[in-house]
Structures are given as structure tokens and as C-alpha cells.
């Protein structure tokens, strides 16, 4: 079982950043991909970055934040970041981190099993 726990989240102007990070505990925090989704108001959750357990740590990104997001983990520290630059009135959201069992493969947007509680990300034009 993995605990997350999601801060950094707050109110920027846009064209500012922000840096998320995720706090996981539990056991074998390695042995997760680790991810970020978000949820407007009105709107679904979706996919905005994910990050494997494998030691290459491959990076996956949704095409609306391709180039502006990048994420990145610390295995030593339990925590996963997302660095959010150029920001945009349309990323706001709550953000919510993500982990997936390595044993699930494929489509990387599916199969995240244990969630955080989100933090508010709110850009103002």
C-alpha cells in the first residue's frame, strides 16, 4: 500500500511556475510508476505526466503540457515533483498524484491504483 501526499499547489499568474511534489509512504516506493493527473471543474480527470519505475525513468507527457511540465522522482526521498512552467489559465485544475503497481503495463494513462488528495492549482490571466 502506497500513502501520497500532494503540496506546492497555489495561485500564479500566467506565465509563472509552480514545482508539485508528492510524498509517498508505504513500501517499495521504487517499484512504482509514478503520476500526475488533474481535474477542472466540470471536466474529467485526465493524464498530464507519468514517470516509470525503471531505472531509465522514462517520462510520458499529455500533448497540452508537452514542453512546458516536466517530472521528475526521488527515490531516496519518497517523492515525486512536477515542475510547471509557463503556465496557463486553462491548467487549472487540482492536481492529483498517482501510483502504479509495476506489475500493470501498457497504455500508461490507465491502472493507477492508489491516489493523493490533491492540491488546487488556480492561473490567473
Known amino acids: 500500500q502506497v500513502h501520497l501526499v500532494e503540496s506546492g499547489g497555489g495561485l500564479v499568474q500566467a506565465g509563472g511556475s509552480l514545482r508539485l511534489s508528492c510524498a509517498a509512504s508505504?513500501?517499495?516506493?521504487?517499484?512504482?510508476?509514478m503520476g500526475w493527473f488533474r481535474q477542472a471543474p466540470g471536466k474529467a480527470r485526465e493524464f498530464v505526466s507519468a514517470?516509470?519505475?525503471?531505472?531509465?525513468?522514462?517520462?510520458y507527457y499529455a500533448d497540452s503540457v508537452k514542453g512546458r511540465f516536466t517530472i521528475s522522482r526521488d527515490n531516496a526521498q519518497n517523492t515525486v515533483y512536477l515542475q510547471m512552467s509557463s503556465l496557463k489559465p486553462e491548467d487549472t485544475a487540482v492536481y492529483y498524484c498517482?501510483?502504479?503497481?509495476?506489475?500493470?503495463?501498457?497504455?500508461?494513462?490507465?491502472?493507477?491504483?492508489?491516489w493523493g488528495q490533491g492540491t488546487q492549482v488556480t492561473v490567473s490571466s
Open positions: 498517482a501510483a502504479r503497481p509495476k506489475t500493470v503495463v501498457g497504455d500508461i494513462t490507465i491502472g493507477w491504483y492508489h
Open positions: 508505504g513500501r517499495a516506493f521504487s517499484s512504482y510508476a
Open positions: 514517470i516509470t519505475w525503471e531505472s531509465s525513468r522514462e517520462t
